[in-house]
């Protein structure tokens, strides 16, 4: 299928009365075409990898093809250049998600974009370097704890962010770690404690839900059978 083709097909699918639906969960309605994801992914699977047609999505400014941009494309083909220039384009917490836990967290800049991301002031740039740390928590089987721990000193930093869509991905951040293995479960308890004590509503609020899901029996008895 090529641009012209996948644009008429999404428009085809598109729905109006789910984007009242998805704004009231924080999702951007502007450009948007109220498909839901769980019909994007079978598309992509049907279209298959094209660095081409993903660019060509994304360019296109709809919300439905961005999603779909990211989906088609190449991990192995995604430059630096790239992923900084569509960072910029983040506009709704759902593209940021979605593009750095099925894409950016793939390719090789992964651990060099979260420290490039997580000291810049947009919002949605600094909530993607922390969703590729949620993303990479799951997906990169070899990296070591070391590389996790390394973390730890950017989430404690950034932390004392206000910002909603900011707080809830650094939240998110120390919790995939947490839940990665034993030996990072304890040192994500304790950074959540140290986390705690800073005088700030979004350190305190970031430290007692990491702390609250992570000492759960649901997550430790997870992290035992790991462990075994």
């Not at 308890?189 to 702390?211: F, G, R, V, Y």
Request: with cysteine; glycine share 4%; charged share 30%.
């Amino acid at each position: 299928m090529d641009y012209y083709e996948v644009i008429n097909l999404l428009k085809s699918m598109s729905k109006p009365k789910n984007v009242e639906g998805m704004a009231r969960y924080g999702i951007n309605p502007k450009n948007n075409l109220g498909i839901s994801i769980y019909k994007l992914r079978p598309l992509a699977k049907k279209i298959g990898k094209n660095h081409e047609l993903s660019l060509q999505l994304w360019n296109s400014g709809i919300h439905d093809a961005r999603l779909l941009a990211v989906f088609v494309e190449d991990p192995v083909e995604v430059t630096q250049e790239q992923m900084d220039n569509w960072v910029k384009d983040f506009d709704s917490w759902d593209i940021c998600d979605q593009a750095c836990t099925s894409l950016f967290d793939l390719t090789p800049h992964a651990w060099k974009k979260i420290y490039e991301w997580s000291g810049r002031s947009e919002e949605f740039v600094k909530r993607a370097a922390f969703s590729i740390i949620a993303g990479l928590a799951v997906h990169d089987k070899k990296a070591s704890d070391i590389k996790f721990e390394k973390l730890f000193k950017v989430i404690k930093r950034e932390s004392v962010d206000e910002r909603n869509y900011v707080k809830k991905a650094v939240n998110w951040a120390l919790r995939n770690i947490g839940k990665r293995n034993f030996s990072l479960n304890k040192k994500a308890i304790n950074i959540a404690k140290e986390i705690k004590n800073i005088d700030s509503k979004s350190a305190k609020w970031i430290a007692n839900d990491a702390i609250r899901e992570l000492t759960s029996n649901k997550i430790q008895e997870r992290i035992k059978k790991k462990k075994n």
